[in-house]
């Protein structure tokens, strides 16, 4: 692979109570990391609850929590996560960035974590 080919694809998943903020957010990490990562968001679950369903339905290579969780609804739903697909790559935005921050605290912070997880 050379180094103008973008790695992937990366089938992602969010975990969010707001989903069109999910997309949005998503949306713009994607096209600003694009020429380094093919990352296609696949969807979002809206709560905890629907971590087990969806990632069996959807079998992302991500999963993201969204800054509203805490660390340890955050560690259970990425476990959970693990649990189904013992591959998948998971992170969870710092709780409370989007209310400090808002959606491009969060992008930014998105596009710093992204390469890191993803190149592991």
Same mark, same amino acid.
């Given at each position: 692979?050379?180094?103008?080919?973008?790695?992937?694809?990366? =089938?992602?998943?969010? &975990?969010?109570?707001?989903?069109? =903020?999910?997309?949005? &957010?998503?949306?713009?990490?994607?096209?600003?990391?694009?020429?380094? @990562?093919?990352?296609? @968001?696949?969807?979002?679950?809206? %709560?905890?609850?629907?971590?087990?369903?969806?990632?069996?339905? *959807?079998?992302? %290579?991500?999963? $993201? $929590?969204?800054?509203?969780?805490?660390?340890?609804?955050?560690?259970?739903? =990425?476990?959970?996560?693990?649990?189904?697909?013992?591959?998948?790559?998971? @992170?969870?935005?710092?709780?409370? *960035?989007? &209310?400090?921050?808002?959606?491009?605290?969060? &992008?930014?912070?998105?596009?710093?974590?992204?390469?890191?997880?993803? %190149?592991?």
């Amino acid at each position: 692979m050379s180094a103008s080919t973008p790695k992937g694809p990366f =089938r992602l998943a969010t &975990v969010n109570n707001v989903p069109e =903020r999910a997309k949005k &957010v998503i949306g713009q990490v994607v096209e600003e990391l694009k020429t380094r @990562y093919i990352i296609e @968001y696949v969807g979002n679950c809206f %709560d905890k609850s629907e971590v087990a369903p969806k990632v069996t339905e *959807l079998k992302p %290579d991500i999963l $993201c $929590c969204a800054s509203m969780w805490t660390e340890e609804e955050s560690t259970e739903m =990425r476990e959970t996560a693990k649990s189904i697909i013992p591959g998948i790559k998971t @992170y969870a935005i710092p709780q409370g *960035l989007q &209310v400090k921050g808002g959606p491009q605290a969060v &992008v930014e912070h998105l596009k710093e974590q992204f390469p890191k997880l993803l %190149d592991s």
